[in-house]
């Protein structure tokens, strides 16, 4: 059964910048995954950031950014600021119609 | 505004069944895909299945977890869809949250419905 991985944490400077990645115990991402990103912060609901690769959902700001970074989806904060501290989640579509979650990354900006 | 609202979560035994309701504003149902993905007690997020339109022939696909065991349906006349949940299980215990397919993306949220099967 193949596995969606993300790091379970990471930190980052204020201002600084930092990649999230998403990947596969299998096999390499592709832009068949339509690899989505999404932030949540606790007791709230996820928050669409990317989705289809590196397209920015609405009002999501332009310092994040999507991309596939060798066999794996990435999600780039630039200028990381105290708001951006949060979970953030990668989800690949695997077909036909099923979506497979990464488990998270916690991220730390301090 | 385009929102989702869940309801009809609460507390069942392990066995029981519950069915939680997502009803669509600002967004015509007929016309769209959606999803419900769940969230375990400080765990992450699990999706759990997918209702396409009627336009699009109204497959309907399940996360292995809880294939047969729930059913995704819609009432478009209501621009509400619903999540039947048989034989609950205590794994089954976390926050449901209906979403909106777009892009292959889940791009609209709701607050989601508190499930807890205990007994």
């Known amino acids: 059964q193949t596995v969606v991985t993300q790091e379970p944490s990471l930190s980052v400077s204020p201002g600084r910048t930092v990649t999230l990645t998403c990947g596969l115990t299998?096999?390499?991402?592709?832009?068949?995954?339509?690899p989505s990103w999404y932030q949540q912060t606790p007791g709230q609901a996820p928050r669409t950031l990317i989705y289809?690769?590196?397209i920015r959902s609405s009002g999501v700001p332009d310092r994040f950014s999507g991309s596939i970074l060798g066999n794996k989806a990435a999600l780039t904060i630039t200028g990381a600021q105290a708001d951006d501290e949060s979970d953030y989640y990668c989800v690949l579509y695997m077909g036909p119609g099923i979506w497979v979650f990464g488990g998270g990354t916690r991220l730390t900006v301090l | 505004e385009v929102q989702v609202v869940e309801s009809g979560g609460g507390l069942v035994k392990p066995g029981g069944s519950l069915r939680l309701s997502c009803a669509a504003s600002?967004?015509?149902?007929?016309?769209?895909?959606m999803s419900w993905v769940r969230q375990a007690p400080g765990k992450g997020l699990e999706w759990v299945g997918r209702i396409k339109s009627k336009t699009d022939g109204g497959t309907i696909d399940y996360a292995a977890p809880v294939r047969g065991r729930f059913t995704i349906s819609r009432d478009d006349s209501r621009n509400t869809m619903y999540l039947q949940m048989n034989n609950l299980k205590t794994e089954d215990t976390g926050i449901y949250y209906c979403t909106r397919v777009n892009y292959a993306a889940f791009d609209v949220w709701g607050q989601g419905a508190m499930v807890t099967v205990s007994s």
């Open positions: 600002g967004f015509t149902l007929t016309n769209a895909w």
């Open positions: 289809n690769i590196n």
């Open positions: 299998s096999g390499s991402v592709s832009p068949t995954f339509y």
